[in-house]
């Protein structure tokens, strides 16, 4: 079964820096987005960045631009997230998701997206 396994959150103080790690399992593709999403009760998923894999391009949210950093093994079937100068409004629960065989007319940066998922990771952000 293909899925994925998120760790790397925790509790830091504004300014922090915390790394995020997500693994994709049971199968490799060539081509195929992996993306960051966060969420906090009450409110939407939201995107917060991807990158292709077997290509080049990365895309961030407005929101995290500049310290934010999706980058990926050599394997090519492991994605982290270098998150630096850490604000209290990035607190939330932070989630993986793949699409090898999601619904590719959606932007890569909407949930609708995303087929596989991982369980989530808790970033918390003291000021």
């Known amino acids: 079964q293909v899925q994925l396994v998120e760790s790397g959150g925790g509790s830091v103080q504004a300014g922090g820096s915390l790394r995020l790690s997500c693994g994709l399992s049971?199968?490799?593709?060539?081509?195929?987005?992996m993306a960051w999403f966060r969420q906090v009760p009450g409110k939407e998923r939201e995107g917060v960045g991807c990158?292709?894999?077997?290509?080049?391009?990365?895309l961030y949210a407005d929101s995290v631009k500049g310290r934010f950093i999706i980058s990926q093994d050599n394997a090519k079937n492991t994605v982290f997230l270098q998150m630096n100068s850490l604000k209290p409004e990035d607190t939330a629960m932070y989630y993986c998701?793949?699409?090898?065989?999601?619904?590719?007319?959606?932007?890569?940066?909407?949930?609708?997206?995303?087929?596989?998922w991982g369980q989530g990771t808790q970033v918390t952000v003291s000021s």
């Open positions: 990158i292709y894999i077997g290509g080049t391009t990365t």
């Open positions: 998701a793949a699409d090898p065989a999601g619904k590719g007319w959606y932007s890569p940066l909407r949930a609708e997206r995303y087929n596989v």
């Open positions: 049971g199968y490799r593709f060539s081509h195929y987005y």
